[in-house]
């Protein structure tokens, strides 16, 4: 005879918390089969399922198990992968831990649900390697009878912001993902390394990848988790980890040894010289005024060397004049800027504003898109503004080259002025590994 017994659902539990309700030994067969020859089989086997390491892509979803007509015990998940925003959805029966992203390391870790709890999800907080851990291992097995259901998935959406400017200071996360409290690694901060004061600036990013631990934190925080306060928040940042996977950096110099980039104080001109435009003066990284956010902002200028001479002229300079300038991508959305100075690399933010040139016919400075006048042999330094800029200012950085013979790649520059072009790597996650342990105990055959 099979077994025809109409359990207790599970209800008003905890989202991240299968409490089992049901008996271990239950096989839920429906009232009406639709073959008579149904029966089933007891059986009691230990199964380990395994998959990894593989990389999901903004909306993709790995369905670990999705079993129908077998009763069992759970008796561990984890999952191992570098994004604290990667969600682990879990179906057993008639419970569900959350519809549509399931749960995540991020919004446990500020829950401080990082120890083993029974029948509760938790999650280690992140480890050297730059990973995380989402783990289900309660002290007796989990029982589910007809349905069990786990999926990885990958709720986010591409983004450029991380490295370059976002202008309201908001970032909302879509389909249920908690909001993360501050901004992450976004153009305004910068990360320190030793191990980047010996390497290429070229090719620090890939050295970067290696490093882990890429957390990149940032103290600017999210305006849209402090307007609102009911928002369920998270840990860390959905993008944390992309320096590594991003690039590739391309040099916005004219490859010669010796050019100095000098910064200004943040929301003040880097000069007094005429025809340098007038920037943002709030402070950073920007606040509301009459409602509307202003964002701030800071100025550079690149000379031809040491002296800071801005009547010296540059070398080749149109592509520093166009890829500076604030029009060069949709939207006012400029080139994302990276400085490499010893062992650290300033994200500066996104250009914000044209770029300008000393013109030596009116000893004043230019805009880039005047079309009265284009650089000239013997026009002089490069001024160019970025938002949200630094909180201070930046160190002088000489572009130095440890050999003068070949250009980068192959020339060998320790510090520089580099430019980051945006890729679609943004919102992938890589998920290092999933386990599930599971015992089998019956399973309804037709």
Known sequence: ????????????????????????????????????????????VFITERIGPVTLGPGETI??????????????IEVVTDNPYTGVYLEMDDYKNREGTGVTAAELIMKNKITPSNREFYAEDMREDGTFVVKYSPSDPDPYTDRIKIQIRNDLKLSEIPFGHNPNQKLKMR?????????GHVGGWYLTHPNIAITRAADTHTMLKQLGK????????????????????????PYMNMAGRHGPLVPLFAYTAGMRLVSGEPGEKVLGTSGIPAINSVPWPGKVVNGTFVHSEQQFVLYKNATENVATSVVEPEIMLNELDASTYAAGAGTAIVVKHEDTLYYLGASSRTTHYY?????????NSESLHGFETGDGAIVFTVSPGLPFKLPKVD???AEDIGTPPNGKNYDGLFGL????????????????????????LL
């Open 175 to 183: 389909g249920g993902l908690p909001t993360p409290l501050h901004l």
């Open 214 to 237: 890429d957390q990149y934190s940032n103290p600017i925080k999210n305006i849209e988790a402090i307007e609102n306060p009911s928002t369920r928040v998270g840990a860390y940042h």
């Open 421 to 444: 072009v945006a890729t679609q790597d943004t919102a992938h996650m890589l998920i290092h590994e999933v386990v599930v342990r599971r015992k089998r105990t019956k399973t309804q």
């Open 399 to 401: 572009i130095v080259l």
């Open 1 to 44: 005879m099979p077994i025809v017994d109409y359990s207790t659902p599970r209800r008003g539990e905890d989202l991240t918390s299968p409490n089992a309700g049901q008996p271990a030994d239950t096989v839920i067969i429906p009232s009406t089969p639709i073959h008579t020859t149904t029966r089933v089989i007891e059986d009691s």
């Open 359 to 367: 013109d030596a016919g009116t000893s004043a400075f230019r805009a």
């Open 63 to 76: 369905d670990m198990l999705s079993l129908t007509s077998e009763a069992g015990d759970i008796i561990s």
